[in-house]
């Protein structure tokens, strides 16, 4: 029996500050106490605790998992709970090639997610309908719900979703807590014909 080689060309691991922490925002400390604004502290509490929900309907989801997985490990930025429950999530990470008959299921979705909430198109295919431009396949997610972060690729790879998950954490994180209620929030569901 051929033996299994495995390790062949072992290496040590780099190491070096492994763990880091979130740096407080701007703000005035002093003797037991810092102050700073609400809008600062909410941010950074929603920024590094999100909860994503996948939505994943072909190969993109495979990379996902990949994503999810030890070696590149999403929870270290926080979002390790992922749920499938869209009441219970903050993030809708579309991966995939979504059908037009598949488009009312996923708007379904975003609008059973509380506010605030937040949306990747994840690949190609959700971004724009990559290669299927076809009768039947949505040419972009957008057509139907409001996108906030597009990853490029046809899989995007681990560390393409992890920078585009990262961006959700800036604009999470600078988000206004007042913007939700803003007219111009409202024109844009209103433009997707949500009230
Ligand atoms: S973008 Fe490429 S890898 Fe992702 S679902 Fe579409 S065809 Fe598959």
Redesign the pocket.
Known sequence: MRPVQFNIHPKAPEIQSAITYTSAPDGLPGEGFFATQLNKVVGLARKNSLWPMPFA????GI?FMATMASHYDLARFGAERVGFSPRQCDLLMV???ISKKMGPVLKEVYLQMAEPRWVMAI????SSG??FDTYSVLQGIDQIIPVDVYVP???PRPEAMIDGFMKIQELVGQEDLRRRNSDQYKELLNSYQIQ
Do not use: K, N, Q
Not at 57 to 60: A, N, V
């Open positions: 309907t072909s190969c993109c990379e991966l995939g090639t690949g190609a295919c959700a990559g290669i690729g046809c899989p």
